[in-house]
C-alpha cells in the first residue's frame, strides 16, 4: 500500500495526446467516490499531480486512475 496523510502525490507517465484526459478517482472499501479529480492533458511526459487528503477520514482506500483511452490502473492508498 501506499501510505499517505494529509497530500497524497501522483507521478505518472503520459502518453495523452492535447485534448484527452486523466480521471483520478479515490474510493472507499465499500466503492463509495469520495474524491474525484479529472485533469485535460496538454502535454505527454511524466505529470504530478497533488491530491489534498486533509478532509478524508483514517483508512484504507483503492485510487483508480483511468484515461480517455480507457485503459486503468488501481492501487491501495493508506490514509494515517
Known sequence: PNPANKTLNIVYNSSLQTGDYISVVLANVLGQEVKHIKIDTNTSGVQYINMDLSSIE???YFLA??????????????VY
Open 58 to 60: 483514517k483508512g484504507i
Open 65 to 78: 486512475m483511468n484515461g480517455s483511452n480507457k485503459k486503468s490502473n488501481v492501487v491501495k492508498v493508506v
